[in-house]
Every structure is written in structure tokens, then in C-alpha cells.
């Protein structure tokens, strides 16, 4: 069974930076996807970035030069860094990944950035 916890997040201003987090527990290896995807109030999920051993990171347009997500295969962590904070970034931000097909959610932390 495959668990993620996050840690991170939190309240900072415009241009501020924030790290977040992901430790996956169980059969989690390179070639499965690990990432994040966020959800503001009104919308609807969106990925923010995801990476997978042997593949190039995948970024949003709208975090691309902002954000760089870097794995840690040995810990099974994901860690997310986010610069250049914008208000538009605010959103509950949720590890995601997909393991032999199966997708697995974070309970999710919230990303404030204040103007």
C-alpha cells in the first residue's frame, strides 16, 4: 500500500520561497511517477510538476523557472522548490503518484502568498 506525507507549505509574500515535500511509503521505485499537483478554490486540480527516473521533470508553463522538482530515490522523496512566489500560486498543493497505474493522493498543505 502506498502512503505519501507531506510537510511544507505555509504563508509567505509575493516573491517569498517555500520547499515542500513528499515521502512515499511502500513499493515505490525510479521508474513510478512522483510529484505535485495543486487546487485552488473554484478550480480544478492542476499539476504543478512531476519526475520519474529516466524522463525530464515535467513543469506547468506557469511555475517553469520558478519551481524545480528534484527525487531522493534511496528516501522515496519528492521535494518541490518554489521561488519567485506569486499570489496566483496560492492553492493546496498534493503529492501525487502513480504506481503500476494506480494513482495516490496526499492529504494536501496549503500554500498561502500573500501580495
Known amino acids: 500500500q502506498v502512503q505519501l506525507a507531506e510537510s511544507g507549505g505555509g504563508f509567505v509574500q509575493a516573491g517569498e520561497s517555500l520547499s515542500l515535500s513528499c515521502t512515499a511509503s511502500?513499493?515505490?521505485?525510479?521508474?513510478?511517477?512522483l510529484g505535485w499537483y495543486r487546487q485552488s478554490p473554484g478550480n480544478q486540480r492542476e499539476l504543478v510538476a512531476t519526475?520519474?527516473?529516466?524522463?525530464?521533470?515535467v513543469y506547468a508553463d506557469s511555475v517553469k523557472g520558478r519551481f524545480t522538482i528534484r527525487r531522493d530515490h534511496a528516501k522515496k522523496t519528492a521535494y518541490l522548490q518554489m521561488n519567485n512566489l506569486k499570489p496566483e500560486d496560492t492553492a493546496v498543493y498534493y503529492c501525487?503518484?502513480?504506481?503500476?497505474?494506480?494513482?495516490?493522493w496526499g492529504q494536501g498543505t496549503q500554500v498561502t502568498v500573500a501580495v
Open positions: 519526475t520519474r527516473s529516466g524522463v525530464n521533470p
Open positions: 511502500g513499493n515505490v521505485i525510479g521508474r513510478n511517477v
Open positions: 501525487y503518484a502513480e504506481v503500476w497505474g494506480q494513482e495516490h
